[in-house]
């Protein structure tokens, strides 16, 4: 039985790293930047005013206050955008916007509330400090500096910041296409009636959204078919684009396993157990060249299993710096038992520190998983935890909020 470290490493090994390709800014987000990326420009670009007012000698303003007023001449107007900012001469002051320019000469910025706001000779009853409301070139970053590395995730903050340093498209690297291929001859698509003996097909949905939220492009194919041969030439079919084939189902020990025995033949996909629960019985390897994985059909196995080895791999191969989910400890809110020799990947409630078990072990409970916000893991060697027991957490999207 393989260990969960050495399938993780099988799986990974079959992503090479994505293409490179450049994108605009409005289609970046979401993706991972494949190389670093150096600011074009400083920002702040150059010393400008960081509040509406009037840039001032801070020699001729700092004395003035509600009984000791000041008065000088506005000599220019001074709005954001404005290139041909003139000097700032003695004896007088430039009305300035916020974000505009601060005029040579000029060391501080007299907000407009501590003045009449007139524009011709203007009146100051108040003095910030020397330097004040002044934002200085570069003190943000440099020109050259790397603004963003490579393996650095763009979300709203990223892009926001690719655009302030000059970029309008970004390398990033290709997003992976990876087919989702469920088999099982009990499945129903939902919104169709149901026989007796049949379910609804829950996998597609479930898989192609986890591949879409690790950064890939899903395409769902639920496919039942008759015999070996028949599946084989209709997944064939099908590869030609893929990155990566994901199936669920048909992986176990029984009499209909079409996956298992379809992809066994070919000889480059192996199947066998891995000392887990859930997701035992799992298959990797390649067919016509594409990497295929092979999960069990169990929603929850299928859920557990992408989560502790496709998406580590997807993320790798799009470059993520850090592939993983965030994990911390937790203390159990009750005790649990645990099978020897298998790491178990229990579903659970984190909440300020603490973990509660959500559902039993089953991995038919995908009621159970869809109210969980965590996998708890209990390592191979544990058996039986009391209450209180420090345990690790994965934390799954959302479990901080
Ligand atoms: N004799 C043994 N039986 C089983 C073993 C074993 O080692 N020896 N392993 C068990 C474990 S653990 C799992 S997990 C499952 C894995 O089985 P398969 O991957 O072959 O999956 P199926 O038999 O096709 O289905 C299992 C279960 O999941 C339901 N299913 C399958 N696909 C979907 C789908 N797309 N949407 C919703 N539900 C799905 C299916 O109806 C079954 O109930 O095998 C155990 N058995
Ligand atoms: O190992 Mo199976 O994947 O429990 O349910």
Redesign the pocket.
């Known amino acids: 039985m393989r260990t969960v470290e050495e399938h993780q490493a099988v799986v990974r090994g079959l992503l090479a790293p994505l293409p490179i390709e450049d994108v605009p800014l409005g289609a970046a987000a979401g993706r991972v930047l494949a190389a670093d990326l150096p600011a074009l420009v400083s920002l702040p670009g150059f010393t400008n005013s960081a509040m509406d007012g009037y840039a001032a000698r801070h020699a001729e303003v700092g004395t003035a206050g509600e009984a000791t007023p000041v008065r000088l001449r506005v000599a220019a107007d001074i709005p954001a955008g404005r290139s041909d900012v003139p000097v700032l001469e003695p004896g007088t002051v430039h009305r300035i916007m916020t974000g505009a320019p601060l005029p040579a000469g000029a060391d501080v910025v007299v907000p407009v509330e501590r003045t009449d706001g007139a524009t011709d000779v203007v009146t100051i009853t108040g003095s910030p400090a020397v330097g004040a409301h002044l934002r200085h070139t570069g003190e943000d970053i440099r020109a050259g500096e790397i603004a963003l590395r490579a393996g650095t995730p763009l979300g709203a903050a990223q892009l926001g910041l690719a655009a302030a340093v000059g970029h309008a498209v970004l390398p990033v690297r290709r997003r992976p296409r990876v087919l989702v291929l469920s088999t099982g001859s009990e499945l129903v698509e939902p919104g169709r009636p149901l026989l007796p003996g049949q379910i609804y097909e829950s996998n597609s949905v479930l898989l192609a959204t986890a591949v879409e939220a690790a950064g890939g492009e899903a395409r769902t194919l639920h496919f039942v078919p008759d015999d070996v041969e028949q599946f084989l030439t209709a997944v064939r079919a099908e590869l030609a684009d893929a990155d990566l084939l994901v199936t669920s189902g048909g992986v176990?020990a029984g009499a209909y396993e079409v996956v298992k025995d379809a992809f066994r033949e070919l000889g480059t996909v192996e199947f066998g157990k891995v000392a887990?629960?859930?997701?035992?019985?799992q298959g990797a390897g390649t067919v016509d060249g594409v990497p295929v994985v092979t999960l069990?059909g169990?929603p929850?196995?299928s859920f557990?299993?992408f989560e502790v080895f496709v998406r580590p791999a997807l993320r790798r191969a799009l470059g993520h710096s850090d592939p993983d989910r965030l994990r911390t400890t937790a203390r159990l809110t009750t005790p649990l038992r645990s099978p020897a020799g298998r790491r178990q990947f229990l579903r659970g409630r984190f909440d300020a520190g603490s973990v509660s078990q959500v559902g039993g072990?089953?991995?038919?409970l995908v009621a159970h998983l869809a109210r969980a916000n965590c996998l708890v893991v209990i390592p191979e060697d544990v058996t039986e935890l009391p209450t209180g027991a420090e345990v690790t957490v994965v934390l799954i999207e959302g479990a901080l909020q």
């Open positions: 176990s887990m629960q859930p997701g035992g019985p069990p169990n929850v196995s557990v299993s072990p089953g991995s038919h």
